[in-house]
C-alpha cells in the first residue's frame, strides 16, 4: 500500500521560510506527478505546485515565492516556501500520480503550516 508522508510545517512569522517534505513508500514505481495542495479553513482544497516530466506549475498566489522540487530518492518531493504572509496559513497536502502498474492517486494525511502577521 503506497503511502505519503509529509514534514516541515509549523508556526512561523510572516515573512519566514518553511521547507516541506514529502516522501512515497511501497512502490517501487516512480511518479508520474507529484506536488502540493493546501486547504484553509472555510475553504476548497487548491494547487499549490506540481512537478511532472520536468515541468512545474504554480498557482499565481505562491508564484516568485515557493519553490517544488523532486529529490534525488525516488518519490520525493519538497517545497520551498518564502516570503510567507498570513494567507499561506493552511493544511498542506502531499499528492502523487503513477500510471505504473496502473494509474493511481495518493494523498498525504497533510501538514498544518501557520503564519502569523
Known amino acids: 500500500q503506497v503511502q505519503l508522508v509529509e514534514s516541515g510545517g509549523g508556526l512561523v512569522q510572516a515573512g519566514e521560510s518553511l521547507r516541506l517534505s514529502c516522501a512515497a513508500s511501497?512502490?517501487?514505481?516512480?511518479?508520474?506527478?507529484m506536488g502540493w495542495y493546501r486547504q484553509a479553513p472555510g475553504k476548497q482544497r487548491e494547487l499549490v505546485a506540481v512537478?511532472?516530466?520536468?515541468?512545474?506549475n504554480y498557482a499565481d498566489s505562491v508564484m516568485g515565492r515557493f519553490a517544488i522540487s523532486r529529490g534525488n530518492a525516488r518519490n520525493t518531493v519538497y517545497l520551498q516556501m518564502n516570503s510567507l504572509k498570513p494567507e499561506d496559513t493552511a493544511v498542506y497536502y502531499c499528492?502523487?500520480?503513477?500510471?505504473?502498474?496502473?494509474?493511481?492517486?495518493?494523498w498525504g494525511r497533510g501538514t498544518q503550516v501557520t503564519v502569523s502577521s
Open positions: 511501497g512502490t517501487i514505481f516512480s511518479a508520474n506527478t
Open positions: 499528492n502523487a500520480v503513477w500510471t505504473r502498474p496502473v494509474r493511481s492517486e495518493y
Open positions: 512537478a511532472s516530466s520536468g515541468s512545474t
